[in-house]
């Protein structure tokens, strides 16, 4: 007995072995795989499929983001009075910024507009930089005192995520917010159920 990779069988001569002479089934091939006992990787006739070496990469990718963006967006010169047009039907207001800005004259530009639609308002001008839950507890405080229907934010990134922190405390009081604030990798994937704000 002996190992062998191939047995010739009704061919005229071992040429048959080759391929494309008398076995259409086998690629042409002037070099013969010998297998594993031979010590190749292969026992088929070698071809150039046989000398491309492949290699497979892994490549890290991330889950698929999404951000809700509001229905309407205005901007360019004159977009404050014409977004204003949307809050005529609120009653009362409450303005969440930080004292540079009021201080420099930018919050007037949002009061005078509410103003003129008869719109009574307060501000809360103490947003601190990465506001804390302790300031949150604050502003939502003078939410309650003030009792509106209406809050808006003045500012950037502190002034929203406070105004957004206090909206949730002020229409749903009975929230956890350790709970709200636990890190997700995935949002569609929460463990915590957000309440529905009015």
């Known amino acids: 007995r002996c190992h062998v990779g191939r047995v010739i069988i009704n061919s005229p001569s071992a040429h ?3 391929g494309d002479i008398y076995n259409f089934v086998m690629n042409p091939s002037l070099t013969l795989g010998c297998g594993s006992v031979g010590g190749s990787s292969t026992m088929e006739n070698v071809a150039p499929g046989h000398l491309i070496n492949l290699k497979t990469v892994a490549i890290k990718r991330e889950n698929c983001l999404w951000m809700r963006a ?3 967006t205005y901007f360019k010169f004159g977009c404050l009075s014409e977004a204003m047009k949307d809050l005529k039907q609120f009653k009362k207001a409450f303005i969440v910024t930080d004292k540079v800005l009021f201080d420099l004259g930018f919050v007037d530009r949002v009061t005078n ?3 003129s639609y008869g719109i009574p308002y307060s501000v809360f001008t ?3 930089p990465d506001p804390n ?3 949150c507890m604050q502003c939502v405080d003078r939410i ?3 009792q509106p229907d209406l809050i808006l934010a003045l500012g950037g990134g502190s002034a929203m995520d406070l ?3 206090a909206r949730l405390m002020y229409e749903a009081p009975e929230t956890d917010f350790s709970g709200c604030a636990q890190r997700f990798m995935d ?3 929460r463990a915590y159920m957000f309440p529905d704000l009015l």
């Open 16 to 18: 048959g072995g080759l």
């Open 70 to 72: 509001p229905p309407k």
């Open 113 to 115: 507009e509410l103003t």
């Open 126 to 128: 103490d947003v601190l």
């Open 133 to 135: 839950l302790e300031c």
């Open 144 to 146: 309650k005192a003030c």
């Open 163 to 165: 105004m957004k922190m």
């Open 187 to 189: 949002i569609r994937k």
